[in-house]
């Protein structure tokens, strides 16, 4: 028998864990209530689990959110293919009619080969091929130079939005995912908030906006509110949030209601 440290209470220090009886109870599954000691205890946002339920889907819904994107295309990558055969179609008119007529010129020349070049960059993106996530940064810095030069200042002006939505991309979390890339449980939260953290109250609050300028919405986007507000619950895991948008949501859909109810009744008694 070992002798009781004073920090331990004689309690947790006489049961044994049920997997492992050469060791103390250190506490209870947040999740089943099952006994764990220092060797099954996980610990998973500052609660503590046995280690069977430190891996369900439930309590590290981070790495669950992480597992169910990982390696997989998100919108900004069909996107991106899509532009690739355009240009890629783009590139090889240019060629192909500088080849036959040759009055493009050396500007032609080089805004079929930027094409093409860009439209292979983004084949790769698609296919996933890791150099492609910072080349694709670099194909509309490349072209805007290029524009530059052929089309002075304006065409600048009109090129600067590839490059924002580009480094955008590469910022991207979904799309971090798709090229396997690390990302921090901070960026996962933020994602999986967007996502999945009570999307019925995300679209209530967003319907509801609609609902101000056309009144037969108004009911839909109030019901959706009134679901989202009664799913919240901040201490689940995972936690459910967006009360503010669901209350914002029930709010205006009944200023809609009203106002939409008094505007008809009004027009009614008119024609009456
Ligand atoms: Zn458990
Ligand atoms: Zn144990």
Known sequence: MESLSPAQPPAASEARCPAHPQKAVLGACARCGTFFCEYDRETVDGKDYCDTCAEHPDVDYLEAFRLK???????????????????LAVGAILLANELVNKDLGN??????????????????FWVGMPFARLALCFVPIISLIISGFIAGAEAVGRSIWPVIITLSIYNNTRNKLFFKEEVSREALQKAWHLFHNNTVARAGFMLSFLALLIGFVAPISLLCSIIGLRRVNPTATPPVGRKGQAIAGIVLSSVSIVGWGLFWAVVKLKLI
């Open 69 to 87: 994107y990982w390696g997989k295309r998100d919108a900004w990558t069909w996107l991106v293919g899509l532009g690739a055969l355009i240009n």
């Open 107 to 124: 500007a032609g020349l080089l805004l079929g080969l930027t094409s093409l070049v860009g439209g292979g960059v983004g084949v790769c």
